[in-house]
């Protein structure tokens, strides 16, 4: 298995991507996608800077340092949702490829729980500040993507999309205005006879006839004063 887009896109918006060196909650020098100098690609120093395409490269080189050793601790006799694979690389890489391996999550899955090695993902708790993200790994691993796509941290507002992704597509709706918008429907043509007349008759040979009975009746039968 490797990382998915939709892995790939939730990672880079839990990590954050700079260009310039800081200190992460813990105080540790980082650049560029959550990298360190424990990464061993670049010794990160105060006020080191890269750009764009560096980080990009740094992240594609970080994300298989991390993507190999999560196929490995996890029994390759069994088929893992993308999902649940995602949230594990995500996890290994901001606690270590080590602190994964022998985590609680890893025995619990290749033994079958996979419910307790959802949960395990809350075990990784520490700093405080870091439990909104676990607990968004957590509902990564837990929701299938055909159903709902990840959110970074629990509670954001929005979920990540990644373009190279399957991204859902929303339904058709019908156009409220289309029977006000829809053209008339002319009206059926009327059959016509072999003689090309109307097979309607018309009235004005029924209103001639009566006049011409009336007529005779009158002449018959004079009215007298």
Do not use: H
Request: net charge positive; proline share 11%.
């Amino acid at each position: 298995m490797d990382l998915s887009p939709i892995g790939r896109a939730a990672l880079v918006a839990r990590e954050g991507e700079r260009l310039t060196a800081y200190k992460d909650s813990v105080g540790v020098l980082t650049i560029g996608v959550g990298i360190t100098t424990a990464s061993g690609l670049i010794k990160v120093t105060p006020g080191l800077k890269i750009t764009k395409a560096q980080s990009e490269a740094l992240f594609a080189q970080a994300v298989a340092k991390y993507v190999d050793p999560v196929r490995k601790a996890l029994r390759s006799d069994r088929a893992w949702p993308q999902e649940f694979f995602d949230a594990c690389v995500s996890l290994a890489y901001n606690i270590g490829p080590v602190g994964f391996e022998q985590s609680s999550i890893v025995r619990r899955a290749n033994a079958g729980d996979m419910a307790g090695a959802i949960e395990a993902f809350l075990m990784w708790n520490k700093p405080a500040v870091i439990i909104p993200r676990r607990q968004g790994e957590r509902d990564q691993a837990a929701t299938p993507y055909s159903r709902a796509l990840p959110r970074a941290r629990r509670g954001d507002p929005n979920p990540v999309w990644a373009s190279s992704g399957p991204v859902p597509v929303a339904k058709p709706v019908p156009d409220p205005l289309a029977p006000m918008t829809t053209a008339p429907t002319a009206p059926a043509p009327q059959p016509a006879t072999s003689g090309g007349l109307s097979s309607a008759p018309s009235p004005a040979p029924a209103v001639g006839w009566l006049a011409t009975i009336l007529g005779r009746l009158r002449a018959a039968y004079p009215v007298k004063g």
